[in-house]
């Protein structure tokens, strides 16, 4: 199976600045056929659902704000919030989606600072 | 709008049973696979099961293979989770969620969530 990592566990952030979270897989999620990354990430907000905020890695979800962003290929990938709101406060997940364990990473707190 | 509703969690005794129960509406469930996730309290997201459109793929996390049966009635826009031989690591939210598309395309991301029932296994 493959075990999906995030660093940090949690992050705290200054109102405007970057917030940058990271997503290691133990193997590859680069599907070789269509050259796509089957990674994605979340969003969840206390008593609330998960959210999906990018999939393919890179590609954002309609509706999500453009301050989000998904980069990387391969093994490693990241969530890049460009300016940090108050509305982002929340846990962020990877998932892969590669493999059929689709295994999530164990999350990211993100606060303000 | 597109939604998710989930039922039939409760508390339940070890090694008893349950059936979860999720209503789609708002799309064509027929042409979405679907899946379950659960997570237990204060805890992160853990993949459950997995159902193609017809129900002829079917995937579990290994904690759950021979204790749980996904399934799906197209007709009635339900997907359904059979859970037997519960066991306090069962203790979970149980989250329905839609397998996106996209122009024809399988997005390998979950883009709609139900609220979530919550299971309970305790004596």
């Known amino acids: 199976d493959i075990v999906m990592t995030q660093s940090p566990d949690s992050l705290a952030v200054s109102l405007g600045e970057r917030a940058t979270i990271n997503c290691k897989s133990s193997?590859?999620?680069?599907?070789?056929?269509?050259?796509?990354?089957?990674l994605a990430w979340y969003q969840q907000k206390p008593g609330q659902p998960p959210k999906l905020l990018i999939y393919w890695a890179s590609t954002r979800e309609s509706g999500v704000p453009d301050r989000f962003s998904g980069s990387g290929s391969g093994t490693d990938f990241t969530l890049t919030i460009s300016s940090l709101q108050a509305e982002d406060v929340a846990v962020y997940y990877c998932q892969q989606f590669y493999t059929t364990s689709y295994s999530f990473g164990q999350g990211t707190k993100l606060e303000i600072k | 709008q597109v939604q998710l509703v989930e039922s039939g969690g409760g508390l339940v005794k070890p090694g008893g049973s349950l059936r979860l129960s999720c209503a789609a509406s708002?799309?064509?469930?027929?042409?979405?696979?679907m899946s379950w996730v659960r997570q237990a309290p204060e805890k992160g997201l853990q993949w459950v099961s997995y159902i193609s459109t017809t129900g002829n793929i079917i995937y579990y996390v290994d904690s759950v293979k021979g204790r749980f049966t996904i399934s799906r009635d197209n007709a009635k826009n339900s997907l359904y989770l059979q859970m037997n031989s519960l066991s306090a690591e069962d203790t979970a939210v149980y989250y329905c969620?839609?397998?996106?598309?996209?122009?024809?395309?399988?997005?390998?991301?979950?883009?709609?969530w139900g609220q979530g029932t919550m299971v309970t296994v305790s004596s």
């Open positions: 969620a839609r397998v996106g598309r996209r122009d024809g395309y399988n997005l390998h991301a979950f883009d709609i």
């Open positions: 193997q590859s999620v680069l599907y070789s056929s269509n050259n796509k990354n089957y």
């Open positions: 708002g799309f064509t469930f027929s042409d979405y696979y």
